[in-house]
Nanobody, 129 residues
Framework: QVQLVESGGGSVQAGGSLRLSCAAS?????????MGWFRQAPGKGREGVAT????????YYAGSVEGRFTISQDRAKSTVYLQMSNLKPEDTAMYYC?????????????????????WGQGTQVTVSS
């Protein structure tokens, strides 16, 4: 069972930046073949925002964040990051880290939560106008 712990959330004004971190208890292709960031705002469904194939750093982003958010990894620290820039009030949500051990090349959306096997507890991001 992989444990994921997010950190780095907080409150920021529109236009500001935050970097979220997700530390994994295990970081191997067997358990963390790909890592993703999801978010859920009050009253809304879960939305996948970014994902990375840990094998070669391939990434994929939701259109709503592309160009503003960057997912990256530090294998030595078993940690995935989400650098968020030019934040908007609509980015306000609980952000969750997730890990999947399936095939990156399996069919379906890379940002579907159903592809992921392990989830963190979340970290809150609040953006004020």
């Amino acid at each position: 069972q992989v444990q994921l712990v997010e950190s780095g959330g907080g409150s920021v004004q529109a236009g500001g930046s935050l970097r979220l971190s997700c530390a994994a208890s295990e970081y191997t292709s067997s358990n963390t073949n790909y890592m993703g960031w999801f978010r859920q705002a009050p009253g809304k469904g879960r939305e996948g925002v970014a994902t990375m194939y840990t094998g070669d750093d391939s990434t994929y982003y939701a259109g709503s964040v592309e160009g503003r958010f960057t997912i990256s990894q530090d294998r030595a620290k078993s940690t995935v990051y989400l650098q968020m820039s030019n934040l908007k009030p609509e980015d306000t949500a609980m952000y969750y880290c997730a890990a999947g051990h399936g095939s990156w090349w399996a069919g379906g959306s890379l940002l579907s939560g159903e592809r992921y096997n392990y989830w963190g507890q979340g970290t809150q991001v609040t953006v004020s106008s």
